[in-house]
T-cell receptor
Framework: GAGVSQSPSNKVTEKGKDVELRCDPISGHTALYWYRQRLGQGLEFLIYFQGNSAPDKSGLPSDRFSAERTGESVSTLTIQRTQQEDSAVYLCASSSWGTTSTDTQYFGPGTRLTVL | SQQGEEDPQALSIQEGENATMNCSYKTSINNLQWYRQNSGRGLVHLIL?????REKHSGRLRVTLDTSKKSSSLLITASRAADTASYFCATDSGGTSYGKLTFGQGTILTVHP
């Protein structure tokens, strides 16, 4: 079946503009995660959604970052008033929950965000 | 700061040799996972080892976990040029952090044909 997809694959924006990044998880996966990866670094957790539970937003770096998820499908990560330090690859992952494969997260290809 | 820290930061070997990467972490874990990343984009899940396991194999991969030392190693045997990638360990601490992976900085592996 289809994997996790993300759009756009690349986004170049000017400092101060808002951007929206989209993630389509694997069908049937109830858990969805957003991570950020700066150049040459590991991934930093941002936020995760699990079913109808309140999302865990503990990794969001500032109130300029927000994310939504529609039911158990698409999620959008919004960054308002972008700064140059927001430049990174934003990766989305999904996983099933409450099954033997719960712990495996499947990653999308990422969105490379460049803030000029 | 990152929970997991890999070493070495970079590893260069010849095709056919074995590659060993290490990961250390600070807090107790539910499980530890290894991922591969090609060209700085999507990650591919390689193997997961739970806190009550000591060793796990998958094809040419062998992972060990020593919870007393809070460390793990990933061994790739008979390496191939196609194994060239960045390798990351990630820990899941469970509890209220269940599912929230904490990644190390990664090891860049280069396999020369």
């Amino acid at each position: 079946g289809a994997g996790v997809s993300q759009s756009p694959s690349n986004k170049v924006t000017e400092k101060g503009k808002d951007v929206e990044l989209r993630c389509d998880p694997i069908s049937g996966h109830t858990a969805l995660y957003w991570y950020r990866q700066r150049l040459g670094q590991g991934l930093e957790f941002l936020i995760y959604f699990q079913g109808n539970s309140a999302p865990d937003k503990s990794g969001l770096p500032s109130d300029r970052f927000s994310a939504e998820r529609t039911g158990e499908s698409v999620s959008t990560l919004t960054i308002q008033r972008t700064q140059q330090e927001d430049s990174a690859v934003y990766l989305c992952a999904s996983s099933s929950w409450g099954t033997t494969s719960t712990d495996t997260q499947y990653f999308g290809p990422g969105t490379r965000l460049t803030v000029l | 700061s990152q929970q997991g820290e890999e070493d070495p930061q970079a590893l260069s070997i010849q095709e056919g040799e074995n590659a060993t990467m290490n990961c250390s972490y600070k807090t107790s874990i539910n499980n530890l996972q290894w991922y591969r990343q090609n060209s700085g984009r999507g990650l591919v899940h390689l193997i997961l080892i739970r806190s009550n396991e000591r060793e796990k194999h998958s094809g040419r991969l062998r992972v060990t976990l020593d919870t007393s030392k809070k460390s793990s190693s990933l061994l790739i045997t008979a390496s191939r040029a196609a194994d060239t990638a960045s390798y990351f360990c990630a820990t899941d601490s469970g509890g209220t952090s269940y599912g929230k992976l904490t990644f190390g900085q990664g090891t860049i592996l280069t396999v020369h044909p």
